[in-house]
């Protein structure tokens, strides 16, 4: 289990000393008690999935603002966090792949589709959401309906 990895690294970095992969883990593991304890049960690999992936978003979002205020030093510092983060992220689907799943999961809900094109963003969404970005899977989207 994904949490279990987490835990496991956690606690190698704090005894090799490695202050910056121990503050992010820790950070990370924050997040997860703090969703655990909202939602009052244990997250799944998917649910833990979603909140790394907040975490790089709001890290890469930070990062944009320190290099508009030239602080390279922070720019370098928040890099080191998303790659860290990033190796708990599954693969994300190529391009070609995403769109791949995607016409495969609208040829499964033809029906709904055809009925209302906008209702296959949800669907897409909850089954494509831990292998890519929601900003590429929305780009996807819209590539397949202008074709």
């Known amino acids: 289990m994904l949490k279990n990895k987490i835990q496991l690294d956690l606690v190698t970095a704090l005894k090799s000393k490695n202050t910056e ?3 992010v883990l820790r950070l990370l593991m924050s997040a997860v008690k703090n969703k655990e304890i909202e939602i009052q049960k244990e997250l799944s690999d998917d649910e ?59 040829d499964q809900n033809k029906d709904i589709y055809q009925k209302n094109p906008k209702a296959i963003i949800g669907i897409c969404m909850r089954e494509l959401k831990s292998k890519s970005s929601s900003d590429k899977i929305i780009a996807a989207l819209n590539k397949i309906q202008s074709v």
């Open 48 to 106: 833990i999935i979603a909140i790394i992936q907040k975490q790089v978003k709001e890290l890469a979002e930070a990062k944009e603002l320190f290099q508009k205020g030239n602080r390279n030093d922070l720019v370098v510092q928040n890099e080191k966090q998303i790659a860290i983060l990033q190796c708990y992220l599954p693969q994300e689907l190529s391009a070609d792949e995403l769109e791949l799943k995607i016409k495969q999961i609208i």
């Open 21 to 23: 992969v121990l503050s």
